[in-house]
């Protein structure tokens, strides 16, 4: 069974601060999503990694894939309370297809 | 616009009752859906993959007798949750995949069991 662990569990910060969300396994993943999800809504999905080593960018989130492909971290610059939301890392052998989610990190930004 | 609708947003039943949720492709022939459970500031499980026109495979530990799962066509997949007990209570969601094209999820049915 592949497991992906997601760090910290909560977080909350200052509007304008930075951070960094980690999402780890021992298994390698042939392709890894970010998502955001709101209270009462599915998850909205931001981002497909799907190389190893690749880096994208969705405007202040910066989104990396390890080398290894086993692990994934979501940055984001000068947050804003509008950020609030739980985040979810997920892991699959394509993104189609069956997804291995992490536990998920509740971000709150303070205004 | 949404790409997968789910039915009912939000559901209150009695206990013992049964009670169907819908999920539904718009635009796209879904050959598989997923059907996940949320519980509140928790990630989503996994309880059972839909394939159209197959019986569902369920993960360990979700009991097949009680979430029942229905792909009969293309477009549509059902989760019946049948004699319902107020430890059910909780967010199902649902995911949909029309082949190579990326997973798109349902917004959610929000279930409480008095």
């Known amino acids: 069974t592949q497991l992906l662990e997601q760090s910290p569990q909560f977080l909350s910060i200052q509007e304008g601060e930075n951070l960094t969300v980690y999402c780890n396994s021992s298994s390698v993943f042939s392709s890894l999503q970010w998502y955001r999800q709101e209270p009462g809504e599915g998850p909205v999905l931001l981002v497909t990694v799907v190389t190893g080593g690749e880096v994208k960018k969705l405007k202040r989130l910066t989104f990396q894939f390890g080398d290894a492909r086993k692990d994934s971290s979501l940055h984001i610059t000068a947050a804003q309370p509008g950020d609030t939301g739980l985040y979810l890392c997920a892991g699959g052998r394509t993104s189609y297809g069956k997804l291995t989610f992490g536990q998920g990190t509740i971000l709150t930004v303070h205004p | ?114």
Not at chain 2, 25 to 50: G, I, V
Not at chain 2, 64 to 69: A, G, P, T, V
């Open chain 2, 1 to 114: 616009g949404a790409v997968v609708s789910q039915h009912p947003s939000w559901v209150i039943c009695k206990s013992g009752t049964s009670v169907k949720i819908e999920c539904r492709s718009l635009d796209f022939q879904a050959t598989t859906m997923f059907w996940y459970r949320q519980f509140p500031k928790q990630s989503l499980m996994l309880m059972a993959t839909s394939n159209e026109g197959s019986k569902a495979t369920y993960e360990q530990g979700v009991e097949k007798d009680k979430f029942l799962i229905n792909h009969a066509s293309l477009t549509l997949s059902t989760l019946t949750v049948t004699s319902a007990h107020p430890e059910d209570s909780s967010f199902y969601i649902c995911s949909a995949s029309g082949g190579d094209s990326p997973l798109h999820f349902g917004n959610g049915t929000r279930l409480t069991v008095t």
